[in-house]
């Protein structure tokens, strides 16, 4: 039976449960509509205890995006196991499942929110965009790239967060084609850079050399070649 008695949380567990408030809020609405009164409500505090922990809600948002940040990079891991197409499309439905959760953040994030500018929230942008970078280097077995292998994989990225934001405004194209979509492109800008450079051209041959006939990259070379017949 319970007595009725709140306990008393610590000092960082607090802090943890207000980041966890923050970012539930901050999923469904863009962060610049949430006020300080809303999180202290939700997390069942006063005004002047949430700044007690936090000096105001950009101190906050910054800590709630820092954990997002740790979220997302976490989820660009994937097993280097099987064709690197399957690997690509695993980490593509992993990305748009955060997209799908942390929506008007994440638009509020890429778009302008109340912390972009901030040198810290910018570190912390910049720490995922390095995270799948790396991720992506690692599956290509590249510990060092090439400009060009370079330029292909952060154009790549940066498609991918473009993709992600027009999605969230009206979802008027199934998430599941732009998932399959955002793959064919990893593919389409490493064959074009390939026609353009012989060490590009030789990772290519290694992208597709284990690739099933069913697996996305066999797709892609399938749909392409139907538009020509």
């Given at each position: ?6 306990r008393r949380m610590g000092v960082e567990e607090r802090r943890q449960q207000l980041i966890?408030?923050?970012l539930d809020l901050f999923s469904r609405r863009s962060p610049d509509e949430v006020s ?86 910018n570190a912390l942008i910049d720490s995922v965009r390095q995270a799948a970078y790396e ?95």
């Amino acid at each position: 039976m319970s007595t009725g008695v709140r306990r008393r949380m610590g000092v960082e567990e607090r802090r943890q449960q207000l980041i966890g408030v923050a970012l539930d809020l901050f999923s469904r609405r863009s962060p610049d509509e949430v006020s300080i009164d809303e999180i202290a409500t939700a997390a069942g505090i006063s005004r002047p205890l949430v700044y007690h922990y936090f000096p105001g809600k950009l101190s906050l948002y910054e800590a709630a995006l820092k954990r997002a940040s740790e979220d997302l990079a976490g989820r660009f891991a994937e097993p280097h196991e099987g064709p690197l197409g399957a690997r690509l499309l695993r980490v593509m439905r992993r990305f748009f499942d955060f997209v799908e959760e942390h929506g008007p953040g994440f638009s509020a994030l890429m778009r302008g929110g109340p912390a972009v500018g901030s040198s810290a929230t910018n570190a912390l942008i910049d720490s995922v965009r390095q995270a799948a970078y790396e991720q992506i280097l690692s599956h290509l077995g590249v510990a060092d790239a090439p400009p060009r292998l370079e330029l292909v994989v952060r154009s790549w990225i940066s498609l991918a967060e473009s993709t992600a934001l027009i999605w969230l405004d009206g979802r008027r194209i199934p998430r599941g084609e732009l998932e399959i979509q955002l793959v064919h492109d990893f593919a389409a800008l490493a064959a074009v850079s390939a026609a353009y450079d012989e060490d590009m051209a030789t990772l290519l041959k290694t992208m597709v050399e284990d690739e099933p006939a069913d697996g996305p990259f066999a797709e892609l070379v399938g749909r392409l070649i139907a538009l020509g017949s």
